[in-house]
C-alpha cells in the first residue's frame, strides 16, 4: 500500500504554527509598535487594533514609504509574500533581463508565547546576470557591461511592543 505524504516548507510550517498562536490569544484588541526600514528610511507606527481593524493611529511616520500601516494579520500576510519571494527577479523587467535583483537574505522571526511576526526582513542587491541572452546581446550592443545599478534594498519591519487591551470573554 503506498501513502502520500505531502511535504511542507518549513517557513509555511513555521508560519502556520505561529499564526495557530496568534489566532489562540486571550484578547482581541491591542496596541502595537512598528519600526519599518525601507528605501533607506525609518519610520514607526503605533496603532490600537480591534479585531483586525486600526481603531486609532497613534503615532505614524510611514507617510513617505510605501506602507499602509500594519496590523499584526497584515504582518502575516508580509511573512509570506517575503517567504515567497523568487531567488532572483529580472531587471530593469521581466522581458529583458541584463540584470537581476538577487534576495540574499530573508527572514521571519515569530514571538514565541503569542505567535506573531517580531521581525520581517528582505535583502537584495542588483547583479549582472550572466545567464541571460539578454546580457550578453546588450554588452555586444554596446560594448560594455549593461547599467545594473548596484542598489541595495532593504526592508526590515520589527514589532517594539504589542500590548493586549481587552481579553475574550
Not at 25 to 33: C, D, I, K, M, N
Not at 47 to 69: H, K, P, Q
Request: glycine fraction near 2%.
Amino acid at each position: 500500500m503506498l501513502t502520500a505524504v505531502a511535504w511542507v516548507p518549513p517557513e509555511r510550517a513555521a508560519r502556520e504554527a505561529a499564526r495557530a498562536r496568534w489566532e489562540a490569544r486571550g484578547f482581541t484588541s491591542y496596541r502595537v509598535a512598528l519600526r519599518v526600514e525601507a528605501l533607506g528610511k525609518i519610520c514607526y507606527q503605533q496603532l490600537e487594533v480591534s479585531g483586525e481593524w486600526v481603531r486609532r493611529t497613534l503615532r505614524n511616520t510611514c507617510d513617505s514609504l510605501w506602507l499602509d500601516v500594519m496590523t499584526i494579520d497584515q504582518l502575516f500576510e508580509l511573512s509570506e509574500e517575503i517567504q515567497e519571494l523568487p531567488f532572483s527577479r529580472c531587471a530593469p523587467a521581466s522581458r529583458s533581463c541584463p540584470c537581476h535583483r538577487v534576495f540574499t537574505e530573508r527572514g521571519v522571526y515569530y514571538d514565541e508565547d503569542l505567535g506573531y511576526p517580531t521581525t520581517l526582513l528582505a535583502r537584495s542587491e542588483m547583479q549582472y546576470n550572466w545567464t541571460s541572452a539578454d546580457f550578453w546581446r546588450s554588452w555586444l550592443r554596446d560594448a560594455e557591461l549593461p547599467a545594473c545599478a548596484p542598489s541595495r534594498r532593504r526592508l526590515t519591519v520589527q514589532v517594539l511592543a504589542l500590548t493586549p487591551l481587552d481579553t475574550r470573554r
